[in-house]
């Protein structure tokens, strides 16, 4: 399968920002803070600081083994890594494109998915979390995101998963059904987003 390129959207990592033709677009993690700050509203700012640095940490040894097959990790982190090869070495997965950009045509928000593959004949988006636990009201509604993205280029998702990798070295695969009720949660959020942003100027 061959992905359109979609050069029309950069990416800002300094303000980690998306601009589609040269305007900002909101990320998918954007539209969904109040989403989200209702959930880990009530966690200590150094918890989620630790989380997010650990995350982006294995995110980029992941892409390295699946691009390069580097076993390319800080030691803190070897764990979460050896679940994430482990994975791979069992499912065999082919990969599609790895830490992609994509925005979605017609609604104009935009996010980086991190494995899009292929599993036993099945499009599949995949998201790495490694986080103690999956929250499973946010996930859902991350991957619809992503996938509806895809959807608007013409991309079919079959399959959408959250893999967590495991401070104990396993990993666990949630598989997410497409889903209207997230679609809806998404879209409303995209609209409270606008509205806000309207009115902000």
């Known amino acids: 399968m ?34 989200t700050d209702w959930v880990y509203g009530g966690i200590k700012e150094g918890v989620l600081e630790t989380a997010a640095t650990r995350g982006t ?21 070897e764990p979460y890594f050896l679940a994430f ?44 979390k490694t986080t103690a636990q999956v929250n499973s009201i946010l996930c859902p509604i991350q991957l619809e995101g992503y996938s509806r993205a895809w959807e608007s280029h013409g991309i079919k998702i079959d399959d959408q998963m959250i893999l967590h990798l495991q401070k104990t070295g396993k990993y666990k695969e949630h598989h997410y059904p497409r ?9 409303a959020l995209l609209t409270i987003y606008n509205y806000f942003r309207k009115h902000r100027r």
Not at 179 to 187: H, I, T
């Open 2 to 35: 061959e992905l359109p390129k979609l050069n029309e959207l950069t990416f800002e990592e300094q303000t980690h920002r998306y601009r589609l033709d040269g305007s900002e677009v909101p990320s998918v993690t954007t539209v969904m803070k109040p989403l």
């Open 57 to 77: 940490s294995v995110h980029e040894s992941c892409e390295n083994y699946v691009l390069f097959g580097a076993e390319d990790y800080e030691a803190e982190y």
């Open 85 to 128: 090869k482990a994975w791979w070495e069992e499912k065999k997965p082919k990969a599609i494109a790895t830490e992609r950009r994509v925005y979605h045509k017609i609604l104009r928000y935009a996010g980086t998915v991190d494995l899009l593959c292929e599993i036993d004949g099945k499009i599949t988006l995949v998201d790495y």
């Open 179 to 187: 889903s209207n009720e997230c679609w809806l949660v998404m879209s």
